[in-house]
């Protein structure tokens, strides 16, 4: 094979596997996401643990403090705001959009700015 590939012959030297690659594929079952999410109980009002001032656009503005692990499904609310969880804060700028979808997920549409 080196022969053919660099077009010449180096008979002392021994052939060795410096890298070996495998794919396995293979099947499983469905997994529900959905376990791992707070799903529909609480409310909106029970995330909200609080309020403070963040500055924004050269102002002090005040914000709303929720939980993000007491977010329910389905909840929605505009900016400004912050969400913290423990190991990291979400800061919603004011007049964006924060909607959390069914697997838990926060969707946060910021809009056109221009």
Not at 13 to 24: F, G, K
Request: aromatic fraction near 6%; charged fraction near 25%.
């Amino acid at each position: 094979m080196y022969l053919k590939r660099f077009e010449i012959s180096l008979p002392e030297m021994e052939p060795m596997i410096l890298n070996l690659r495998t794919t396995v594929t293979g099947h499983r079952p469905q997994v529900d996401l959905q376990v791992l999410t707070q799903g529909a109980g609480g409310s909106l009002d029970e995330a909200r643990v609080g309020e403070r001032e963040a500055f924004f656009d050269g102002e002090w503005v005040n914000c709303d403090i929720y939980r993000r692990e007491l977010l329910p499904n389905g909840a929605a609310f505009e900016g400004p705001a912050i969400i913290e969880q423990n190991d990291t804060t979400v800061v919603v700028d004011p007049g964006a959009c924060v909607t959390v979808d069914q697997l838990g997920n926060l969707r946060i549409d910021i809009g056109a700015k221009g």
